[in-house]
Structure formats: C-alpha cells, structure tokens
C-alpha cells in the first residue's frame, strides 16, 4: 500500500528583543510568578509589568467607582455643593479613563505577549530536535507539542488562550480580590465602618464559591482543550497523508473519524459553557441578591439607630453594586479563566524537560517472539478462485494528461501470478503506468483491463479495488505499529498483523519495541529506520489481502539489507499475487518473469539477451 503513517485514533530562550527579557527567573521569595513554572518564564518582563499596571488601573477604577456614589448619595439626599460636584465629576473620570485604560492595556498586551511566547517555543522545539535527542519524544502519548498537529495547536491556539488569559483575565482577576476591600475601605472612612466589617465578612463567599467551581470544571475544560488539540492533530494528518487514505480506501472511514471527533470537541466545549452559565447563576441569582439585600438590611439598621445620615445610607446600597462588578468580570470570562490555565498547562508540559527519546530503549516484550503465533505463515493463504491473482493488460492505450501525453499505443500484458519488471530512466512514464494500473489515471485510447475490468469512470472504484501501491517514498501516520498496519484492514487480527510484519523481517524487532504493537512509530515514522519504513508499507500492502501489487522504486532509498528483505518478500509473494515492479536497481530484476522498458513514449518488452541495454538506460 502507499506508505503512510496508520491513522491514529488519534531550549529555550528566545532571541531577546529590547524590553524582553526571555531568561527563566523567580520572583520574591524564589518563587515562580503566576503563569509560570518554576524557573520558566512564559511572560516578557514587559508583559509582567502591563500585567501589574492591569491590576492598579481596576484597582483605582473601583475607588474612583465608590467615592463618585458616595458623592452622588450626598448630592441626592443634601443640597448639592459646588465640592461635592467637582469630587463626583473627578472621581467619575478616573473611573471611565482606569476601565477604559484597563481593557486596551489587556488588549493590547495579549496581542504583544503572543510573538515572543512563540519564538521561545519554536526555538527550543528546534534546539531540542537538534540537539542529544534528534527525534524528540516519539510516543503518541508524549509530552505536548511532538507532533506537527500538537505543535501547531499548540504554537496557535493554546499561545493564544494563554495571553488572554494571563494579559487580560488573571491580573483582572486578582483585582476582583481586592477591589471588594478597597470599596469597603471607602465605606468604613466615608459612611461607617460597622457596616463595612459586616460586609467584609460577606464578600468572600463568592470568591470562595467561584473557585470551588473552577476546581470542579477543570476536568471537563482540560478534556475540551485535549479534544481541540486532538482534532487538529488528526485533521492535519490526514491532509499530509491524503494520498494514502485513498489508495489505502481509507479515506471515508477517516473522515467519519474526523466528523466523530469534530463532534466529541463540540460537546466538550459546551460542557465547559454550561458549567460557566452555573457560575453566573451563583453570582447573580444568589451572592447579588445576598449582597444587595444585606447592604439595604444594615443600611436601614444603621439609620434607624442614628449611626448614619440618608446620604449614607444610601451611599451603602449604591456601593454594594461595586462589591458585586468584580466578581460578575470573574464570572462572565470563567470560560476565558479554564481554557487559558489549560493552555497554561499545556505549554509548561511542553517545556518540562525530557527523558530519552523511547526509540533508543528497546526493550523485550513479555511475551516472548511472535513466532508461534505465525505458524500459519504464507503456505496457508488461500489460492483458491476468491483469492487468484489478477492478470493486467494494455492494448493500444494512450497514457498521459491534459495538454501533456507521455505514452502512446501501449500493448502491455501480465498474466495471472506474473511478476513484471519496468525499468527506463526517470521521466519516462512509469509512475503514469502504474497510476493507470491502480485505476487512477483513465486511458485516452485504447484500453486498460485489470482482471477483466476496464478502466472506465465508472470502474474506477472496482479496478482501484484489486491493486495495492508501495510507494518510492511512504507516510506514516502518528501512531503505533498496530495502527499503521490496520489502515487497510481495521478487522486484521493479531495473528494476520504479526504475519505481515513476519512477512518483512519486522515481528522481531516489533517483538523487542517496549510495548510491541501498541508501539508509537513517531511522527512520519521517526522511530524506524528508513529500511523499516519502507518494508512496514510493504507489509501493509501484503495485509490489505489484495493480489496485484505495485510497487514504485521500492528499494531507492533503502539500505542494502531492507533491499534484500524486500526483495526476498516478494519472492514468496509472487505465488499468489502479480506484481508490477519499477524499478533502477539490477537486483530487483532477478527473479521476475518478463522485463518490459519505458522508452520514446512507449513500453517495449525486453528479452533476457539484452537485459544490459535496459539497465543502462534506466540510469543505473
């Protein structure tokens, strides 16, 4: 089949800028600042110094907040003073000029943070490949980021959520912890400080509440965020090796795949809403209504014994909607808050240093060689009508494509279990042979008949049916071995696998990997050796169970022994499958039952006498 990675189911500092400082350092005390783990800095010192310019601006619209109300009770219940119209109009100044001032620093910070956040991870992730561990982290259950998918989703989306998160949400957020106090300090200096004690006691139960809720929804906010990761792992994947879902017939399978995890991100992400409207139904039916009859309850209490004038009084009400506008930001971006302290997580994953790669510890499986499980090796397959091997034949077919023909009046046959080698120099028109033998290219004249089917529109399907492609260079899909080979067979069970990988010299070394099958082959095959590649796409062709088999320049790039193990696999192949091989090496001609060469725009046979001239002009 044409290579490619089964489906799966599914250092660091940057280059300093002026006024970034990338390097990794603690804040007081030794301990790492929030947003970071110890001695990792995901922030610039700019953005720690917009982060805490964040908090003084909320902090400083809250007051101004409070002693405008405070003005604006007394201007309500006392005749208005020249004073007190000034100190309301300040004061209602600062609080627009601060929020507005807020929510553009947040703004503008995030925006900033995300270019040196993703030149520091770039950068490590290429000092990591490049460094000791050249194939960093090969398991599919590694650390974030080692997959292309993971990387992206990760250098995109989790970099983004993080920023908003840590630029606009978590200073915000801890200025919602003490804006409350600083409204009450106000109310303690300005009406009474009695009723302040009483409310500070009150206030934080929210907070706590709300927290509590986070702890509960961070599961479901994590699955959500694996979920999207995971879906754009697979989606890029399977664009990369959309070439070898179809000739594998894989490809409606796998977009079933893609629209079942498409859906299962969906309702994670709902899940995570849903939580989030309980938040804000805590906080506004409950704590605001709590809060508010309070402030009215002490209010009344305090006027009654003399304590407080009406400005005063009225002053408390009106405050109580300041100790409450925190917690409603805290509750209104809860969504914002879960999926940035999972992005957070995320991203300190994928810097926590790593242990050796897990394609340099082979290990011994528990059970011991697969050799008793494959007594049933190749001499059991069935020859039977079902199972014959198909014969191919051309005649007067023209080969090429729009604008651009490549081979004209081809007579080209392939009996039943033959073994057919095409040599002929590059650009010639062996890879357009084969497309038209795999039913991928329609003839322009003439015919292309694949055991008795002729190619037409309508038999594409049928024709693509009979063959199997190993192609020059095979893709391999982040997985393991048991995903890569179940590509073209998910009922193949264990038995068939390890005979196919028996069939390439590969149950062995499979055998001696730490979790056998289940073994993650990498991302594009980083765990195997280029050889190892090449014979697990022949071994995948072998169990698609289909009987013409093309190969395209199988052994090109291969070292000498994968070549004599391929080669030695199609020997017993060739019982019961025909085989089309292109090829440029002498030693893929032995054994072959007719040598045909691709040459002036057509396919001559060539008899064994002057097999010298056809070696010659395929380049070798």
Same mark, same amino acid.
């Given at each position: 089949?044409?290579?490619?990675?089964?489906?799966?189911?599914?250092?660091?500092?940057?280059?300093?800028?002026?006024?970034?400082?990338?390097?990794?350092?603690?804040? *007081?005390?030794?301990?790492?600042?929030?947003?970071?783990?110890?001695?990792?800095?995901?922030?610039?010192?700019?953005?720690?110094?917009?982060?805490?310019?964040?908090?003084?601006?909320?902090?400083?619209?809250?007051?101004?907040?409070?002693?405008?109300?405070?003005?604006? *009770?007394?201007?309500?219940?006392?005749?208005? &003073?020249?004073?007190?119209?000034?100190?309301?109009?300040?004061?209602?100044?600062?609080?627009?000029?601060?929020?507005?001032?807020?929510?553009?620093?947040?703004? +503008?910070?995030?925006?900033?943070?995300?270019?040196?956040?993703?030149?520091?991870?770039?950068?490590?992730?290429?000092?990591?490949?490049?460094?000791? $561990?050249?194939?960093?982290?090969?398991?599919? %259950? @590694?650390?974030?980021?080692?997959? &292309?998918?993971?990387?992206?989703?990760?250098?995109?989306?989790?970099?983004?959520?993080?920023?908003?998160?840590?630029?606009? /949400?978590?200073?915000?957020?801890?200025?919602?912890?003490?804006?409350?106090?600083?409204?009450?300090?106000?109310? #303690?200096?300005?009406?009474?400080?009695?009723?302040?004690?009483?409310?500070?006691?009150?206030?934080?139960?929210?907070?706590?509440?709300?927290?509590?809720?986070?702890?509960?929804?961070?599961? *479901?906010?994590?699955?959500?965020?694996?979920?999207?990761?995971?879906?754009?792992? %697979?989606?890029?994947?399977?664009?990369?090796?959309?070439?070898?879902?179809?000739?594998?017939?894989?490809?409606?399978?796998?977009?079933?795949?893609?629209?079942?995890?498409?859906?299962?991100?969906?309702?994670?992400?709902?899940?995570?809403?849903?939580?989030?409207?309980?938040?804000?139904?805590?906080?506004? #039916?409950?704590?605001?209504?709590?809060?508010?009859?309070?402030?009215?309850?002490?209010?009344?209490?305090?006027?009654?014994?003399?304590?407080?004038?009406?400005?005063?009084?009225?002053? +408390?009400?009106?405050?109580?909607?300041?100790?409450? &506008?925190?917690?409603?930001?805290?509750?209104?971006?809860?969504?914002?808050?879960?999926?940035?302290? @999972?992005?957070?997580?995320?991203?300190?994953?994928?810097?926590?240093?790593?242990?050796?790669?897990?394609?340099?510890?082979?290990?011994?499986?528990?059970?011991? !060689?697969?050799?008793?499980?494959?007594?049933?090796?190749?001499?059991?397959?069935?020859?039977?009508?079902?199972?014959?091997?198909?014969?191919?034949?051309?005649?007067?077919? $023209?080969?090429?494509?729009? @604008?651009?023909?490549?081979?004209?009046?081809?007579? /080209?046959?392939?009996?039943?279990?033959?073994?057919?080698?095409?040599?002929?120099?590059?650009?010639?028109?062996?890879?357009?042979?084969?497309?038209?033998?795999?039913?991928?290219?329609?003839?322009?004249?003439?015919?292309?008949?694949?055991?008795?089917?002729?190619?037409?529109?309508?038999?594409?399907?049928? +024709?693509?049916? $009979?063959?199997?492609?190993?192609?020059?260079?095979?893709?391999?899909?982040?997985?393991?071995?048991?995903?890569?080979?179940?590509?073209?067979?998910?009922?193949?069970?264990?038995?068939?696998?390890?005979?196919?990988?028996?069939?390439?010299?590969?149950?062995?070394?499979?055998?001696?990997?730490?979790?056998?099958?289940?073994?993650? +082959?990498?991302?594009?095959?980083?765990?195997?050796?280029?050889?190892?590649?090449?014979?697990?796409?022949?071994?995948?062709?072998?169990?698609?169970?289909?009987?013409?088999?093309?190969?395209?320049?199988?052994?090109?790039?291969?070292?000498?022994?994968?070549?004599?193990?391929?080669?030695?696999?199609?020997?017993?192949?060739?019982?019961?499958?025909?085989?089309?091989?292109?090829?440029?090496?002498?030693?893929?001609?032995? !054994?072959?039952?007719?040598?045909?060469?691709?040459?002036?725009?057509?396919?001559?046979?060539?008899? #064994? !006498?002057?097999?010298?001239?056809?070696?010659?002009?395929?380049?070798?």
């Amino acid at each position: 089949m044409s290579s490619g990675q089964a489906h799966p189911q599914w250092r660091a500092g940057a280059p300093a800028d002026a006024g970034h400082d990338h390097r990794p350092r603690h804040g *007081a005390g030794g301990q790492p600042q929030h947003g970071d783990q110890p001695g990792v800095r995901l922030g610039t010192s700019r953005g720690r110094q917009a982060l805490a310019l964040t908090v003084g601006l909320d902090l400083l619209a809250s007051v101004a907040a409070a002693v405008f109300l405070v003005e604006l *009770a007394r201007l309500i219940a006392q005749t208005p &003073s020249s004073g007190g119209l000034i100190v309301a109009a300040l004061a209602g100044f600062v609080h627009v000029a601060s929020g507005v001032g807020c929510r553009s620093l947040c703004r +503008v910070s995030s925006l900033s943070e995300e270019q040196p956040l993703r030149e520091r991870l770039l950068e490590r992730w290429w000092r990591t490949a490049s460094g000791i $561990h050249a194939r960093p982290a090969v398991a599919s %259950q @590694g650390p974030a980021g080692t997959r &292309s998918g993971d990387r992206i989703s990760l250098f995109t989306d989790s970099v983004e959520r993080f920023t908003q998160y840590r630029q606009g /949400f978590a200073g915000r957020q801890r200025a919602a912890g003490i804006a409350p106090l600083c409204v009450l300090g106000v109310i #303690a200096v300005s009406v009474d400080p009695v009723i302040a004690v009483i409310l500070a006691l009150a206030v934080p139960c929210a907070p706590l509440a709300i927290k509590r809720f986070s702890a509960l929804s961070r599961t *479901a906010a994590n699955r959500s965020r694996e979920l999207r990761s995971r879906l754009a792992t %697979q989606y890029l994947e399977s664009i990369q090796g959309l070439e070898t879902l179809v000739i594998a017939n894989a490809a409606p399978r796998v977009a079933r795949e893609l629209a079942e995890a498409g859906e299962r991100s969906r309702r994670a992400t709902m899940a995570v809403l849903a939580r989030n409207q309980l938040v804000l139904l805590v906080s506004d #039916a409950a704590f605001s209504l709590v809060m508010v009859t309070l402030s009215a309850a002490l209010a009344a209490w305090r006027l009654g014994s003399g304590a407080i004038t009406p400005a005063g009084a009225i002053a +408390v009400v009106l405050c109580s909607v300041l100790l409450l &506008s925190p917690l409603d930001l805290v509750a209104s971006s809860f969504y914002v808050g879960l999926a940035g302290q @999972g992005a957070q997580r995320a991203l300190q994953r994928f810097w926590a240093p790593r242990g050796e790669s897990p394609q340099a510890q082979l290990r011994p499986a528990p059970n011991p !060689g697969p050799e008793e499980r494959i007594a049933h090796h190749l001499a059991e397959r069935k020859s039977d009508e079902e199972h014959a091997a198909p014969s191919v034949r051309l005649s007067g077919a $023209h080969l090429g494509y729009p @604008g651009a023909p490549v081979l004209h009046d081809v007579d /080209f046959t392939v009996p039943r279990g033959g073994r057919v080698v095409v040599l002929g120099p590059s650009g010639a028109g062996k890879s357009t042979l084969l497309r038209a033998l795999k039913g991928d290219l329609l003839p322009e004249a003439g015919e292309v008949v694949i055991d008795g089917i002729a190619l037409s529109a309508g038999t594409q399907e049928r +024709v693509r049916a $009979h063959s199997a492609l190993v192609a020059q260079s095979t893709w391999l899909f982040t997985g393991s071995i048991r995903d890569n080979l179940a590509l073209v067979n998910p009922q193949a069970d264990e038995d068939a696998l390890w005979q196919a990988l028996q069939l390439v010299d590969l149950a062995g070394f499979v055998t001696r990997m730490p979790d056998g099958l289940d073994s993650a +082959v990498g991302e594009r095959g980083q765990a195997l050796s280029g050889g190892q590649v090449q014979r697990l796409s022949l071994a995948r062709a072998f169990l698609s169970g289909r009987e013409l088999l093309l190969l395209d320049e199988p052994t090109s790039q291969v070292d000498l022994f994968s070549e004599q193990v391929i080669m030695a696999a199609l020997d017993q192949l060739a019982a019961d499958h025909t085989i089309v091989l292109v090829t440029h090496r002498p030693s893929a001609v032995a !054994g072959a039952s007719a040598i045909w060469e691709v040459a002036n725009h057509g396919l001559q046979q060539i008899p #064994a !006498g002057q097999l010298h001239r056809g070696l010659e002009a395929s380049d070798v």
